[in-house]
């Protein structure tokens, strides 16, 4: 009897030992597993963030896909400098009589192309237009885009190159910017007063708000472990942390010049709130309209009409009227 319980003692602890062997061995095969998943993870994080990165900063280039001349529009081909040399096209669209001169700046990772719209329902109000390719972008020069900061220094160079054409002697200037190229509006009229009038659509706060918003629309709430090392490798490429290009800084040094903003209310790439910071950062005279049924870069039918009514009204009355003798 003894040695019977004994043999089942052996097999008891036998089974024993198997059972926690097939345990340990499960549980190693489920941290092993979860330890590749993590490593697989990280590493493709890391090479979605390098993409992201390497693709914001070296854009793929967007063909045009019309010309003026297309849309009954007449146009010159242009080219100039930009602050730093860079050699820059765009379109020069003159008025027969003209009370003022638009430079319309595009977003990214567009081309002149994109602000046709724009210059179709403003060039019958009067006014000499501008549209260029920002660097890196359309057929201008240059091969690294910093989505803010040196096309600030492009749109400055416009500027010069506009205001020495002899049509826009004595006239006022004014510049409509759209996403990207709202923010560079904006910084670039904090640096120059020859500015007189500036309206944007869907500008971002500053680039590190901007870079965070577009990390969450790819990844939702995986979005901030996406935007951190989205911003370490775009500094490979570009030198500064993405909060030092701000907007934000800039609105309170451009009164008492008017400001207009637009923003999609259902804009998911630029984030409405940043138009309410820009708003509350900037001084009198300024405007903020709600588009209630668009997104980002596009306006909505239904809020077409009175997005051109009072982008007109805008700068008739900063532009146009204060131009005009006695007002």
């Known amino acids: 009897m003894d040695g019977l319980v004994k043999v089942i003692g052996c097999k008891l602890k036998k089974q024993r030992k198997t059972e926690v062997q097939a345990g340990a061995a499960f549980w190693k095969r489920i941290l092993w597993g979860l330890g590749v998943s993590v490593a697989l993870g990280s590493a493709a994080l890391g090479l979605w963030s390098l993409a992201l990165a390497y693709l914001s900063t070296h854009p793929i280039r967007c063909r045009l896909r ?167 490798w775009g500094r490979r490429w570009f030198p500064l942390h993405p909060s030092e290009v701000s907007p934000l800084n800039a609105v309170p040094h451009i009164a008492p010049r008017p400001l207009l903003f637009f923003h999609g209310s259902r804009d998911l790439i630029v984030s409405p709130n940043d138009a309410r910071a820009l708003y509350e950062a900037a001084k009198e005279p300024k405007q903020l309209q709600w588009l209630p049924n668009s997104w980002h870069a596009s306006i909505n039918p239904q809020d077409q009409a009175a997005y051109e009514a009072t982008l007109k009204e805008f700068f008739a009355k900063h532009l146009v009227g204060s131009h005009l003798p006695g007002l």
Request: glycine letters at 10%; aromatic letters at 12%.
């Open 66 to 232: 019309s010309t003026p001349e297309e849309h009954e529009l007449p146009f010159e081909e242009v080219t100039f400098l930009s602050k730093d040399g860079v050699r820059l096209s765009g379109w020069f669209i003159p008025s027969p009589q003209a009370w003022a001169g638009i430079i319309l700046c595009h977003g990214f990772p567009n081309n002149r192309w994109e602000m046709m719209h724009w210059a179709r329902f403003l060039y019958p109000e009067g006014y000499h237009l501008l549209l260029f390719d920002f660097r890196a972008l359309g057929h201008s020069e240059g091969d690294l885009c910093s989505i803010g900061y040196y096309e600030t220094g492009d749109l400055l160079g416009a500027v010069d190159y506009l205001t020495t054409r002899p049509e826009m002697q004595q006239l006022p200037l004014g510049v409509l910017g759209l996403s990207m190229g709202g923010a560079v509006a904006l910084m670039a009229a904090a640096e120059d007063e020859r500015i007189t009038a500036v309206a944007t659509h869907g500008a971002y706060a500053n680039l590190e708000r901007a870079l965070a918003q577009r990390c969450r629309m790819y990844l939702g709430p995986l979005g901030p472990a996406m935007h951190r090392p989205t911003a370490w």
